[in-house]
C-alpha cells in the first residue's frame, strides 16, 4: 500500500484531504510560519531594546510589534502547535485507529484556522494592534488601532481549537483499538486528551470576552469601560480565567511529548505511568481555579488573594509530580542519547526553573515586586518556549522518522539544539535579573541603568534565532534528501511505531490488537 | 549578606520600612528556585550518563528484562518524602507571602494622605494643604503615606521598585498603596500597566525629605487649581468644587437629607446598601461612588446622581473626599433609613482624625 505521502501528489489531493496525517502537516506548514513571524516581531522587540532610547521604531509601532509577537506565537503558535500537528498525526496512531473520529471537522478546523489567522494577520497589516496580547480594558476598548478585527480573527482561532478538542475527546473515547483499556493509553494521548478538555472548556470564554472587547471597540457598548458603567476588572477575571488554563494548553501537549521521549529513549517503562496520566487532569483541573494570581495588584480581596495563591501552590505540585517522575524513568534505564534527549535535557532545567519562579510569582507579597515586570516575562518563557518550544522541537526529531521516512543529521541536530538551549538561557536569565531591578514590560524607553542586561539579552536571542534557522534548514533538507528510515529506529514500543513507515493512509495494514502496555520494553516490539 | 544577595540579584535599594522583609522571602524563595533546578538537571545528567546503553552492550542484543521492568514503582518513602517536602516548603512560602502582603497592603494608623491621578501620560499629586505637583511626589522621611489613587482614562499601575510597591491605578476606583521611607533620597516611578503610546516614559520621581524640609517644599509648590488660589487646604478648596460642580444641588452639608444623602457625618459611617449589604464610606467607597453611583445605591436613594467619570480632576476629587472628611463630625439627621451607625473600625483606608493640624 502506497505511504500518505505518495498517495495524491496534487495540491487539491493536500488540500480536500481529510487524512489526519496530512492534515497534521498542513499545520505543521502554518504553525511553523506562525512560528518564524512571532520570532522576527521577538528580534524587531530585542533590537529595540539595545537602547534605552528610541531607535528603530516610534512607540506605536514598537507596542505594535510586542503585541504582534504575542499574540502570533501565542494564539497562531503556542496554543495549536503541538496538538494540532503531533496529535492530530499521532493520537490516532496511538490508539490503533485509522483516522480521528471527525475527518471533516478536523479539515474544517484546519481552515478555520487559516480564515481566523488571515483576519488576524491582515488587521495587524492594516493598522495593527497596541494593546499587547492581553487585550486589557479599557485600553483596548480606546486604542486608536485596530483591535476589533484583530479580536475577531482571535476568536476564530478559538473555534478552530474548540473543534480539534472536540475531534479529540471523541477520537479517545470512540476509536480506541481492541484491547486498549485507558491505562494502556500512551501518556501522549493522556495529554492531549486533557488538553482538549480545556480547550473545549475554556476558550468559549476567551471568545465572548474578546468579542465583549470588540463591541466596545467598534461600537462603544460599554461593558468593561467605567465611563459607560463598565468594569474593566471584570474583563481581567474573564480574560485570565481562559489564559490561564491557556498555559496548560500550551503546557500538557509538550509534557506529553516529554512522557514519550523520555520512555523511549531511556527503553524503559514510566516510573509511575498512573502518576503521569492522573496528574495531566489534575493540572487541566486545578488549572481553572488559579487566574485570579495574575491579579495580586490590581486590587482584589484579601480573601481571594489567598485562595487563589494557594491553588496556584497546588498546581505547581502536579507539575513537580511529573518531573520527579520523569527523572526516576531513566533509572536503571537503557539510555540512548539523541537529539530529543538533549532537547529533554534542557527542558528539564528550564522547565523546573521557570515552574519554581512560577511559584515564586504565585508568593503574593513577592508578586508586588514582580507583577509587570521583566521577571513575569522571563518567567513565562522559561515555561512556554523552555517548555513547549523544545518539546515541539524534540517531536520533530523524535516522531520525524514517522512522519517522512527518512533521518534527520544527528550531528547537526546537536548543534542546533545546543544553540537553542543556550541561546535561550542567555536571553532570558538577564530579563529575570531586569525583573528584579524593577524594569517594567512592555517598555519602549527605558531608565540607562537597564541597558547592559538588555543588550545581554538581545544577543541571546540572536543565538537562538540562529538556532532554529539551522534546525529548519536540516530539517527541511532531510525531508527530501535524508537517509531512509526503518519502522522503528528508536526502538520503542509506542504502538504508532508499528505502522509501516511512511504510514499508508489508514495507518494499519490490519487493525491492531494491543495485547501489551505502550512501554513494555521487556516484551517484544511485535507480538 | 543581605547587601550582597541584593547586589548579585540585582534587586534596587530598599528605600522602604518594607523592602528589606519582601527580599528576604525573595532570597530564600530564589535560592530554593535555582538549587531545585539544578538538582534536576544534574540527576538527569548523571543518569542519562550512568545508564547509558553502551554500558550495556553485552546484554543489548535482547531487550534486557532486568532493566526493563524491575523498578516498576518509586518507593513509597521516597515519594511521601519528595512531595510532602515539596509542599510544605509551598505552604509556607505561601503562609509567609500571604502575611507579608496583607502588611504590606494595609496602611498602619495615622498616614498622610496624598491624591494620586493617572492619566495618559502623567501623574497628578495633590496633598491635603492644597499643594499639587505634576511627576514629582514628595514626602517626608519616617512617615508613612498612603496614596490614594483614580485614573481619568485607562488602568496605570504606580510602581516604586525602591520602595517594593506596587499598585494598579483603575478608572471608576480608587485604590491605595502605602509605604514609609525612612530615609531622604529620590526614586523612580514607573508606570507598569500598558497605557498607551506614552507607557514607558509615564514614569516619575519619589523625593523623600527631612520633615521641615518637606514642609518648605510643599509652601513653594503651587496651589491645587480648583477656581481659588487662597484656598488655605484641600478641604476648603473641595467645598468650592462641590458647589461648582452642582454637588450641593443633590447633596447637603448640614445633615439633613435632601435628593441625596447629606456629606455631614457621612466619612467612616455603615451605609445601607439596596440589596441588604451595607459598606463603610472610606475613600474608596466615595471615589467610588462619584465615579459610578450606580454600582453601590444608599438604600432609601434614587440612582439619579449622575456618574463624574472622566469629569473630575485627581485634584478635585481629592478635594471632595477631603471635604467630606471634614465634615465627619457634624450631627446628622437620618429620618429615612436605619440611621448609619458611626464605626471606627479600618477597613481598607485608615479612618483616622484629620493629619491636618
Ligand atoms: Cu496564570
Ligand atoms: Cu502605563
Given at each position: 500500500m502506497t505511504s500518505y505521502l505518495a498517495s495524491g501528489r496534487s495540491l487539491r489531493s493536500w488540500l480536500v484531504t481529510k487524512d489526519h496525517k496530512r492534515i497534521g502537516i498542513l499545520f505543521l506548514i502554518a504553525t511553523t510560519l506562525a512560528l518564524v513571524l512571532g520570532g522576527v516581531f521577538a528580534l524587531l522587540i530585542r533590537i529595540e531594546l539595545l537602547t534605552p532610547e528610541p531607535s528603530v521604531f516610534d512607540a506605536l509601532d514598537y507596542n505594535r510589534s510586542f503585541t504582534h509577537h504575542g499574540v502570533v506565537m501565542v494564539f497562531l503558535f503556542m496554543v495549536p502547535v503541538i496538538p494540532t500537528v503531533f496529535g492530530n498525526f499521532f493520537l490516532p496512531m496511538m490508539l490503533g485507529a485509522p483516522d480521528v473520529a471527525l475527518p471533516r471537522l478536523n479539515l474544517a478546523s484546519f481552515y478555520v484556522y487559516c480564515l481566523g489567522a488571515t483576519i488576524l494577520l491582515l488587521s495587524l497589516w492594516f493598522g495593527g494592534v497596541d494593546t499587547g496580547w492581553t487585550f486589557y480594558a479599557p485600553y483596548a476598548t480606546t486604542s486608536p488601532t485596530a483591535v476589533a478585527t484583530a479580536v475577531f480573527g482571535v476568536f476564530v482561532v478559538g473555534i478552530s481549537s474548540i473543534l480539534t478538542g472536540l475531534n479529540f475527546i471523541v477520537t479517545v473515547h470512540t476509536m480506541r483499538a481492541k484491547g486498549m483499556r485507558w491505562f494502556r493509553m500512551p501518556l501522549f494521548v493522556w495529554a492531549i486528551y486533557a488538553t482538549a478538555i480545556i480547550q473545549v472548556l475554556a476558550t468559549p470564554v476567551l471568545g465572548l470576552s474578546l468579542l465583549l472587547v470588540g463591541a466596545d471597540h467598534a461600537f462603544g457598548m460599554g461593558v468593561f469601560d467605567p465611563a459607560l458603567g463598565?468594569?474593566?476588572i471584570l474583563f481581567q477575571h474573564l480574560f485570565w480565567f481562559y489564559s490561564h488554563p491557556a498555559v496548560y494548553i500550551m503546557i500538557l501537549p509538550a509534557m506529553g511529548v516529554v512522557s514519550e521521549v523520555v520512555c523511549t529513549f531511556s527503553h524503559n517503562?514510566?516510573?509511575?505511568y498512573r502518576a503521569i496520566a492522573i496528574s495531566s487532569i489534575g493540572i487541566a483541573f486545578i488549572g481553572f481555579l488559579t487566574w485570579g494570581h495574575h491579579m495580586f495588584v490590581s486590587g482584589m480581596s484579601m480573601l481571594d488573594v489567598g485562595a487563589f495563591g494557594i491553588l496556584s501552590m497546588f498546581v505547581a505540585i502536579f507539575s513537580a509530580i511529573k518531573v520527579f517522575t520523569w527523572t526516576a524513568t531513566l533509572y536503571r534505564g537503557r539510555i540512548t542519547f539523541n537529539a530529543p534527549m538533549l532537547y529533554f535535557f534542557g527542558f528539564m532545567f528550564l522547565f523546573v526553573f521557570g515552574g519554581m519562579t512560577g511559584v515564586a510569582v504565585a508568593t503574593s507579597s513577592l508578586d508586588i515586586h514582580w507583577h509587570d515586570t521583566y521577571f513575569v516575562v522571563a518567567h513565562f518563557h522559561f515555561i512556554m518556549v523552555g517548555g513547549t518550544l523544545t518539546m515541539f522541537l524534540a517531536a520533530c526529531h523524535y516522531w520525524f522518522p514517522k512522519m517522512f521516512g527518512r533521518r534527520y543529521p544527528e550531528k547537526w541536530a546537536l548543534i542546533g539544539a545546543v544553540a537553542v538551549i543556550l541561546g535561550f538561557v542567555f536571553t532570558f536569565t538577564p530579563q529575570f535579573l531586569l525583573g528584579n531591578a524593577g524594569m517594567p514590560r512592555r517598555y519602549h524607553t527605558y531608565v540607562p541603568e537597564y541597558q547592559w542586561l538588555n543588550v545581554m539579552s538581545t544577543a541571546g536571542a540572536t543565538i537562538l534565532a540562529l538556532g532554529l534557522v539551522v534546525t529548519l534548514v536540516y530539517l527541511v533538507h532531510s525531508i527530501f534528501r535524508g537517509e531512509k528510515a526503518g519502522d522503528n529506529p528508536w526502538d520503542?514500543?509506542?504502538?504508532?511505531?508499528?505502522?509501516?513507515?511512511?504510514?499508508?493512509?489508514?495507518?494499519?495494514?490490519t487493525p491492531l490488537v494491543i495485547a501489551r502496555g505502550p512501554y513494555d520494553f521487556h516484551c517484544p516490539e511485535r507480538p | 549578606m543581605n547587601d550582597w544577595l541584593r547586589r548579585l540579584l540585582f534587586l534596587p535599594e530598599q528605600a522602604s520600612t518594607i523592602a528589606r522583609d519582601m527580599d528576604s522571602l525573595h532570597y530564600f524563595v530564589i535560592i530554593v528556585t535555582m538549587v531545585g533546578a539544578t538538582a534536576v538537571a544534574a540527576f538527569t545528567l548523571i543518569f542519562i550518563v550512568r545508564f547509558a546503553a553502551h554500558k550495556h552492550r553485552e546484554k543489548?542484543?535482547?531487550?534486557?528484562v532486568r532493566h526493563g521492568y524491575t523498578h516498576g514503582g518509586i518507593p513509597v518513602w521516597l515519594e511521601l518524602f519528595v512531595f510532602g517536602g515539596l509542599l510544605s516548603l509551598f505552604i509556607l512560602w505561601w503562609v509567609i507571602g500571604f502575611r507579608q502582603y496583607a502588611r504590606f497592603v494595609e496602611p498602619p494608623p495615622n498616614t498622610l494622605q496624598i491624591y494620586v491621578t493617572g492619566k495618559q501620560w502623567m501623574w497628578t499629586f495633590a496633598y491635603p494643604n492644597g499643594a499639587a505637583s505634576n511627576g514629582i511626589l514628595y514626602v517626608p522621611a519616617g512617615r508613612p503615606v498612603t496614596l490614594v489613587m483614580t485614573s481619568r482614562d485607562v488602568i496605570h499601575s504606580f510602581f516604586v521598585p525602591d520602595f517594593r510597591v506596587k499598585r494598579d491605578v483603575v478608572p471608576g476606583r480608587a485604590t491605595t498603596v502605602w509605604f514609609e521611607a525612612p530615609a531622604a533620597g529620590r526614586h523612580h516611578i514607573f508606570c507598569t500597566e500598558l497605557c498607551g503610546v506614552g507607557h514607558s516614559t509615564m514614569r516619575g520621581e519619589v523625593v523623600v525629605l527631612a520633615a521641615e524640609e518637606y514642609e518648605r517644599q510643599l509652601e513653594g509648590l503651587e496651589r491645587v487649581d480648583l477656581g481659588d488660589p487662597r484656598a488655605s487646604s484641600l478641604a476648603a478648596a473641595g467645598e468650592r468644587v462641590a458647589a461648582r460642580r452642582g454637588c450641593m444641588r443633590c447633596h447637603t452639608a448640614d445633615g439633613t437629607p435632601h435628593i441625596g444623602p447629606t456629606f455631614?457625618?457621612?466619612?467612616g459611617a455603615t451605609i445601607p446598601l439596596e440589596g441588604g449589604q451595607s459598606v463603610i464610606a472610606d475613600v474608596q467607597y466615595l471615589t467610588s461612588s462619584m465615579m459610578d453611583p450606580a454600582a453601590q445605591l444608599h438604600r432609601g436613594f434614587l440612582a439619579v446622581m449622575p456618574s463624574y467619570q472622566g469629569l473630575l480632576s485627581a485634584a478635585e476629587v481629592g478635594g471632595l473626599v477631603e471635604y467630606i472628611r471634614s465634615l465627619r463630625d457634624v450631627q446628622r439627621a437620618e429620618p429615612q433609613s436605619p440611621a448609619p451607625q458611626r464605626t471606627d473600625v479600618p477597613i481598607v483606608t485608615p479612618l483616622q482624625p484629620e493629619e491636618r493640624r
Open positions: 463598565g468594569d474593566p517503562r514510566p516510573a509511575s520503542s514500543r509506542g504502538y504508532e511505531w508499528l505502522a509501516p513507515t511512511p504510514p499508508p493512509t489508514h495507518n494499519f495494514h | 543489548s542484543a535482547a531487550p534486557d455631614a457625618g457621612l466619612y
